[in-house]
């Protein structure tokens, strides 16, 4: 698994490249076999005007099917946007290869049934 982290219109700070970091490895790991790239994109729309509108979008892509992406926007916490985001990457991570898993499996029986 490759990641890349790319901060627009905020502080690109250590500690948020460490946060997504370390939250990547913790909703992604049990896959990091079966993914390649995975890119990160944090931007505040708003800049640096202040208020809300932190938005953390993260693509992944899977070795043999395909790209997995999700945004997530949040009024004021950049960590949160981060948090639900990478959360939610996860979850759809997980289900695509599921899918990928039975579909698989469903054709391999009916070609030996």
């Given amino acids: ?5 790319r901060i ?3 502080d690109p700070t250590e500690a948020i490249r460490s946060h997504v970091a ?5 909703s992604l790991g049990r896959f990091a076999s079966r993914l390649g790239r995975v890119t ?3 931007s505040d729309v708003n800049g ?3 208020g809300g509108d932190k938005v953390c979008r993260i693509s992944a892509r899977l070795t043999h099917s395909g790209q997995v992406v999700v945004q997530e ?3 004021a916490n950049l960590r949160v946007a981060i948090d639900h985001a990478t959360e939610r ?3 759809s991570c997980g289900r695509e290869l599921q899918r990928l898993r039975e ?3 469903g054709t391999r029986s009916m070609r030996t049934g």
Avoid: Y
């Fill in 1 to 5: 698994m490759e990641v890349h982290i």
């Fill in 89 to 91: 990457i996860g979850q």
């Fill in 48 to 50: 640096p005007r202040g």
């Fill in 22 to 26: 370390r939250r990547l490895r913790f």
């Fill in 8 to 10: 627009r219109g905020t």
């Fill in 73 to 75: 926007t949040v009024d």
């Fill in 103 to 105: 579909r698989g499996t």
């Fill in 40 to 42: 990160v994109r944090i």
